[in-house]
């Protein structure tokens, strides 16, 4: 509270006082002081808390100043790292048609000068022999001479312009392939407007020329590659896909090779057995709903399995007939009815009950299924119980059983 504020607090208090003491009425002192005393405590603790919240707004304000400081020198020098990483990045990659594009410069500035001087020269020369008549040879001389100027400086800044064009397409094609370390001719004959053929053309001068230090083509030569790193991925990539495809190739030929060792018989019933596996697949894309569509997704791989046993055991072909001739049948029927009901807008009692009965049928289908997985394996079973105890007998005879360890 400033001295001149407490100077007139104090005089309130004397005056006020004062007049109690004249007038000898004490009744409302006391309050006349105390009301005086509470403005001026109203006053100071006013002044405090505006001073408060102008220092917390001039700390804020400073905060922020120094965060939006720190963030825009951080913004900078993270901004100019990463363009000294593209400095060195392109330093590697690309030239600076510096020399080139001064010569273009030079040529389409030399051949214009000439040009306009011989020009001119030409045209004097030439107005002069059609108003005088002459002819003679020297005019001629001067007149062929002049032409033959014009036409040399005419190739000039043609020379001196085309230069500067691939110097300009240059910038572009570096610009577009310098994001991706790759791009595709049509891209870039999009951007430049020039035709695949002319683009394509072009990349193979720069890429002599060494305006692209590490550029290539790649095989189809559809696509600039701009760096060895990015070119020799490329190159995995196509010896990946051609092993890929040269095994591809390979497990065909030993899939026809298989299918020519099996009688035609069995051909025909995994054929079937194929069909069949198609339908139910379709059946379980067609019918919504979690529980049923697991039934079904472990029937479809119940009867994948048997036919791969099939596959792998052509003898196995007796134990499946009556799964061919009646239980496949069957069963894609009931797949094919409890989707019709299923589409139906109302589910009444019987479409209810029917689906009901058809879902612990295809519970019923799968335990049988899986006995029948279970039964092509018999022989199998029957094989490597026979080797073990011939094994076990051998063992024994050698002296080599578990009971002569112990």
């Not at 053929?197 to 230090?213: A, H, N, Y």
Request: glycine share 6%; aromatic share 6%; net charge negative.
């Amino acid at each position: 509270m400033p001295n001149q504020d407490w100077e007139k607090l104090g005089e309130e208090i004397k005056r006020t006082v004062q007049d109690a003491i004249d007038s000898q009425d004490f009744n409302k002192l006391n309050q006349t002081i105390s009301n005086t005393i509470n403005d001026a405590a109203r006053s100071v603790r006013s002044g405090l808390r505006n001073a408060g919240d102008a220092f917390t707004n001039a700390t804020q304000s400073a905060a922020q100043e120094a965060s939006k400081r720190v963030t825009e020198s951080v913004y900078r020098q993270t901004e100019q790292k990463n363009m000294a990483m593209q400095r060195n990045i392109d330093t590697q990659l690309y030239i600076k048609p510096t020399s080139a594009k001064v010569g273009g410069i030079l040529m389409t500035v030399l051949g214009s000068c000439i040009g306009v001087c011989s020009g001119t020269v030409l045209l004097i020369m030439l107005i002069y022999a059609l108003l005088t008549g002459d002819f003679s040879g020297g005019i001629l001389f001067t007149l062929i001479c002049m032409g033959i100027v014009l036409l040399v400086t005419s190739g000039l800044i043609g020379k001196g312009i085309a230069k500067l064009g691939r110097v300009k397409r240059f910038h572009l094609y570096r610009d577009e392939v310098r994001r991706t370390g790759y791009c595709e001719v049509k891209r870039l004959s999009e951007l430049t407007r020039k035709s695949p053929k002319k683009v394509l053309k072009d990349l193979e001068r720069m890429i002599k020329d060494r305006w692209f230090k590490e550029g290539h083509l790649d095989g189809q030569r559809t696509c600039l590659i701009a760096s060895n790193e990015v070119y020799a991925k490329y190159q995995e990539m196509l010896e990946a896909q051609r092993i890929n495809a040269e095994n591809e190739r390979i497990r065909k030929e030993e899939e026809a090779k298989a299918a020519e060792s099996v009688a035609p018989e069995v051909q025909t019933i995994l054929k079937e057995g194929n069909d069949y596996i198609c339908k139910i697949h379709e059946c379980n894309d067609a019918i919504p709903g979690i529980e049923i569509s697991a039934k079904i997704s472990r029937m479809e791989e119940l009867v994948d399995r048997i036919f791969d046993r099939v596959e792998q055991d052509p003898s196995s072909v007796r134990g499946i007939r009556r799964l061919m001739d009646y239980y496949l049948p069957t069963t894609v029927k009931l797949l094919e009815a409890y989707d019709e009901l299923d589409k139906q807008p109302v589910q009444g009692d019987n479409i209810v009950s029917s689906k009901r009965e058809i879902e612990k049928t295809l519970d019923t289908l799968n335990a049988a299924f899986e006995k029948l997985l279970d039964d092509l394996f018999e022989r199998t079973a029957w094989d490597v119980s026979s080797d073990i105890s011939v094994l076990n007998t051998m063992l024994a005879q050698e002296g080599l059983g578990q009971d002569d360890f112990s």
